[in-house]
């Protein structure tokens, strides 16, 4: 509409301007002075247009160039390339020769150049999220930022996640650079990868250390591997040692055994001794605390009928003597319970304390006690006892059904949802046969402990092949969720698969163990005890470790993980009971913990189940050291026993890795997201180069409206003034 107004009124003023002129006769000086209006109207219909100009501006303000430079652990690989491109140095070294370089007097002076390390103080948290959040926040009219660094970082969030928040941020007046330092290829190494010592040991009794041994090497490496004991004295023995071969870039899985004679605080290092060419001789040890106590084990057995798999389970457990084992018995054909001996208990324990002291509990072939059928057996509100006894007291519980199907009862009591199977209703008494049938381990039994009959890991497959058979297994359909299964039945399979026959899940703070068959005291067959208690024991003791990590006299303490990072929560969980037997019913208990520097904490347990006085809680140790954790009643009440006592000692986070490759694909994916350039570490001309381009381009502009300009306007009056004498001049007026 605008250029149809303007050609008709610029064609309007021509006609005008041509007929005014021939009407004169054609004089000259009409002529200039109707070229003068004809230009005025054209000046005039241009500026309603509003033209504008943009006019670059020479910026003579300083920018910041911020330069991150990564200063973790991992820096400090030998494996970045100097400037000759034949020496070899730290990663570090490499960056502080770029921070050096000759290059950076090409830079313009308008830039100013802002050297920011980061890294924590003992170097081994690399957060690099964390350092770009930083920067951004002190430095957000920064040119540009340059990220200096190898890409590894084991702490925050995802650096490529922040840095695509801080470029939506910043839009288009941001840009992140990177700088990568370091080869991608691992440089060799023997790293002692993992290493789990227990809490506590008992006297006399060995403890298996399970070892795994990565070899960064081209070639096979022939390693030995130490177990060093530091007593309470200072006194260090090399207590085991094992020579391996790791082929080159392999693993080699492990275990080392230990037990000592006298009860007392030890400290157990796993030590590797270093290689030549090793690239990090920090991985190559692992140390832990570990108390050894007198074994004070309670375990519960509760059966119909003492059938063969109940004899010689009573009987291993009576030899043992860290096992104080008491039996019950349901027998059909007689009055009372019981069973005659001292190790039997004519009742089920009446008071919650007897109860809660047991660690581990059989229960048999057992029906479930109701009025209707009138069987001797557990009554309701005692399997529900049992099943609140796992989940609050962290008790252990193993189900061993048998051929006269009682056990299936339990199917309708709290008991049902511990089991780790699934059982076939429609088979409460289970499946025989003529020839024996055999156990398969799973991939997770043959890892597990409670699977381990040899000594070596390697021939334990060949010990179960050669346990003789069963004749009869229990109806289990399949494993529950959250089960593991252990074994299978080699030959006899339904529709959901092999017929689970040891199985485990935790129920709470307990665990649960299904065995489903009746013939493990058939393993006793040419060797006595070899394998059958040494199964049973091993069991019994996986049960019970957690219950007895710290042990009163009425007060239990335990806590997961055992070998808790600082700053990661550790859930403790407490159980105590008064004076006079009776769960403690306070709605709180203390923990008070103490750090090997004097700093104290206290943080409180919050009540879980009055019914059984457990507390839980949750807590994070702010540091790593050696902290000493304390239990004691609320004040106020009588004290249950002196306070609980023990050494928790917290770990590092885990570290930058020396040694470990370069992430240079990290290190693309930044500057791609960020919108920059990725340069190698010895580039530090192109760095240069493209800070200065950035600077360039980066150029204020400035708008100039013409049509609202001053002088416009001057000259635009200047132009009819003068149009009006010449109009004089002619002779028009």
Not at 138 to 149: E, G, T
Not at 214 to 222: H, K, L, M
Not at 395 to 418: D, E, H, N
Request: one cysteine or more; hydrophobic letters at 40%; aromatic letters at 8%.
């Amino acid at each position: 509409m605008m250029a149809l107004l303007s050609i008709v009124a610029m064609g309007a003023v021509i006609l005008l301007s041509v007929t005014i002129w021939q009407r004169s006769g054609r004089r000259r000086r009409v002529a200039i002075v109707e070229a003068a209006r004809v230009l005025i109207v054209a000046v005039v219909l241009f500026f309603a247009w509003q033209p504008e100009s943009l006019v670059p501006v020479r910026q003579n303000q300083q920018r910041d160039l911020v330069i991150l430079v990564d200063q973790t652990d991992s820096m400090q690989t030998s494996d970045a390339l100097g400037n000759q491109q034949r020496e070899r140095l730290s990663r570090l070294s490499a960056a502080n020769a770029l921070m050096e370089s000759a290059a950076w007097d090409d830079l313009d002076s308008r830039i100013r150049r802002r050297v920011i390390p980061f890294g924590d103080q003992d170097g081994g948290r690399s957060d690099l999220a964390l350092a770009m959040r930083q920067a951004c926040a002190d430095h957000p009219d920064s040119l540009a930022m340059v990220m200096v660094s190898d890409g590894q970082w084991n702490r925050g969030r995802s650096p490529i996640d922040q840095v695509l928040q801080d470029s939506l941020q910043f839009a288009d007046a941001w840009q992140m650079h990177t700088v990568s330092v370091g080869s991608e290829q691992r440089l060799p190494d023997i790293q002692l990868m993992q290493t789990q010592i227990p809490a506590f040991a008992v006297v006399d009794r060995s403890i298996g250390i399970p070892i795994s041994l990565r070899n960064r090497f081209s070639t096979t490496q022939s390693i030995s591997v130490r177990l060093l004991a530091e007593d309470e004295q200072g006194g260090v023995t090399e207590v085991a040692t094992q020579a391996v071969q790791v082929s080159a870039n392999g693993r080699y899985d492990g275990r080392l055994q230990w037990q000592s004679s006298q009860a007392g605080t030890y400290q157990l290092t796993v030590d590797v001794p270093e290689l030549p060419g090793e690239s990090d001789p920090n991985n190559n040890q692992f140390s832990r605390q570990v108390v050894v106590r007198p074994e004070a084990l309670k375990v519960l057995v509760i059966e119909s009928r003492p059938r063969w798999e109940f004899r010689y389970l009573r009987n291993a457990l009576i030899r043992d003597p860290g096992i104080d084992v008491q039996c019950l018995l349901y027998q059909p054909d007689l009055k009372g319970q019981g069973g005659g001996g001292k190790d039997y208990i004519e009742q089920f324990p009446q008071v919650a304390e007897q109860l809660a002291g047991f660690d581990v509990i059989f229960v048999g072939d057992v029906p479930l006690q109701t009025s209707a059928d009138g069987q001797k057996g557990l009554s309701v509100k005692q399997a529900e006892q049992l099943a609140d006894l796992v989940r609050q007291q962290a008790c252990g519980l193993v189900l061993m059904p048998g051929p006269r199907g009682l056990q299936q009862s339990l199917q309708g009591s709290a008991l049902a949802a511990l089991f780790p199977v699934e059982m076939d209703v429609a088979r409460p008494k289970g499946s025989g046969a003529e020839q024996p049938g055999a156990f398969v381990l799973s991939r997770a039994g043959r890892e597990s402990l409670l699977t381990q009959l040899s000594a070596d890991p390697k021939d334990n497959w060949s010990v179960w092949e050669s346990l003789p058979g069963f004749y009869w297994h229990a109806a289990a359909l399949r494993a529950k969720p959250g089960s593991q299964v252990l074994a299978v039945h080699a030959d006899k399979v339904n529709s959901f698969g092999r017929v689970p026959l040891l199985a485990t899940r935790s129920a709470g703070a307990g665990k649960v163990l299904y065995m489903g068959t009746d013939s493990a005291w058939r393993w006793r067959m040419g060797v006595e005890d070899k394998y059958h208690y040494r199964f049973w024991g091993q069991v019994i003791r996986w049960m019970a470790y957690q219950r007895n990590m710290v042990v009163g006299q009425r007060m239990r303490l335990s806590y997961q993980p055992e070998e808790p990072d600082a700053g990661v929560p550790v859930a403790f969980r407490a159980s105590i009971m008064t004076v006079d037997g009776q769960p403690l019913q306070e709605p709180t208990v203390e923990l008070i913990a103490q750090s090997s520097d004097g700093g104290e904490l206290r943080f409180q347990l919050q009540s879980a189940d009055q019914g059984w006085g457990v507390y839980n809680g949750d807590f994070a140790f702010p540091k790593a050291g050696r902290w000493t954790v304390r239990l004691q009643t609320p004040p106020g009440q009588p004290p249950a026993a002196k306070p609980l006592e023990t050494e928790i000692v917290v770990n590092e986070l885990a570290a930058d890795g020396i040694g470990e490759p370069a992430r240079r694909d990290i290190m693309n994916e930044i500057a791609r997201v960020g919108g920059g350039q990725s340069f190698e570490i010895t580039d530090a001309a192109g760095l240069v180069a493209t800070a200065n381009q950035a600077l360039a381009s980066d150029q204020q502009i400035k708008r100039i409206q013409w049509w609202n300009h001053p002088a416009v306007m001057l000259t635009l009056i200047a132009g009819l003034s003068l149009f009006w004498v010449g109009r004089k001049w002619a002779g028009a007026i």
